[in-house]
């Protein structure tokens, strides 16, 4: 006999990401939906409330606010390091670890592998202790990204970090996820997520190899994430889309030519965005007003190049924000990351 569904059925999962600009972080953290509130650079204030994060990525010109609502009542708190939020149905989590002393000196990059594993360790601790497992979406800002030579190049120390603190994976269920330089010269790792209850479906780049099999002249350990991430059946969340940037296979393209870098990023988006439509194909096939992005841009004077191009593009179509930041490979001018759905 089959039961009669509930009167009240469970609500989905949701998410909404917004971008808002003349509204106090205060006045945002009051509303009973808000997950998370992200601003950005020096004039983002320091606040105490968990769901707040102060993200150390200098913007060009004003920044709005990132809010991230999924349903009320949100629960907030802290465990260790680790500052939370959660809906009943979605869990944001963030994380800071500084590098330890001693393991900064000249040539000695090991200082971003120990706080990476140690912000990974716990990360997973936490999550595989919740009733939200299932990590969808990471980002990991860290300074220097690229200094050091070699294996001992920060980034390539930080995926050793970031594999190690994981322990054992699948690499087919890994999340979406950004690992993007810090200009600031502090030696902090600054991690946060997304994380739910049931797992989402990981999308890969026909036009790219998966991160996870890079060849071993990338570095010792292979980066650990999947390209996007389309959320768990039936909820209204987002795709997620990882850092993206100029690269097809494994290897970068159009080094020195910002502007054909940017138009190989929107390639390899149309590409993902094409894959993760075979699986939903209610996605919107290209960018628009359902979609948020963030731009991490290298080269400060490269700045208004990058805004221009996208006002041209995309007018006001397109909510974004452009970010003063560090790619992981040198001769990669840009990066670009963000959420896709119908407006």
Not at 9 to 26: H, I, K, N, S, W
Not at 146 to 152: K, M, N
Request: charged letters at 20%; one cysteine or more; hydrophobic letters at 40%.
């Amino acid at each position: 006999m089959s039961r009669p569904a509930p009167l009240h059925p469970e609500p989905l999962p949701r998410l909404r990401v917004d971008y808002v600009d003349g509204t106090a972080p205060a006045d945002l953290l009051a509303q009973s939906d808000v997950l998370a509130v992200l601003g950005f650079g020096d004039a983002a204030p320091v606040l105490d409330d968990p769901r707040w994060l102060r993200v150390p990525l200098q913007p060009y010109g004003a920044a709005p606010l990132e809010v991230w609502r999924g349903q009320a009542p949100v629960r907030h708190g802290r465990d260790g390091d680790i500052a939370w939020s959660t809906d009943g149905h979605l869990m944001f989590g963030a994380i800071e670890v500084d590098e330890p002393e001693g393991h900064t000196g000249e040539g000695d990059h090991s200082g971003i592998l120990l706080a990476a594993e140690h912000a990974y360790r716990e990360l997973t601790r936490f999550i595989g202790k919740s009733e939200f497992p299932h990590l969808l979406r990471i980002w990991n800002y860290l300074d220097a990204i690229t200094h050091g030579d070699g294996d001992t190049e920060r980034y390539r120390q930080f995926c050793v970090g970031r594999a190690r603190g994981l322990g054992s994976f699948d690499t087919s269920q890994l999340p979406a996820a950004t690992a993007i330089g810090r200009c600031d010269d502090a030696r902090t790792i600054q991690v946060y997520w997304l994380a739910a209850r049931v797992p989402g479906i990981p999308v890969e780049n026909p036009r790219q190899v998966s991160a996870y099999q890079y060849p071993r002249q990338y570095g010792p350990q292979a980066p650990s994430f999947a390209r996007a991430m389309l959320p768990p059946a039936g909820s209204a969340i987002p795709l997620m889309l990882s850092g993206t940037a100029s690269v097809v296979g494994h290897a970068s393209q159009h080094e020195g030519e910002l502007l054909a870098q940017l138009d190989e990023t929107f390639a390899n988006f149309d590409a993902l965005i094409a894959s993760a439509r075979t699986h939903r194909p209610d996605l919107p096939a290209a960018f628009g007003p359902g979609s948020r992005l963030k731009v991490y841009v290298r080269d400060a004077a490269d700045l208004p190049a990058v805004a221009e191009a996208f006002d041209a593009r995309f007018g006001d179509r397109l909510p974004r924000v452009v970010l003063h930041a560090a790619i992981c490979r040198r001769e990669l001018a840009l990066e670009i990351d963000g959420v896709h759905d119908a407006g």
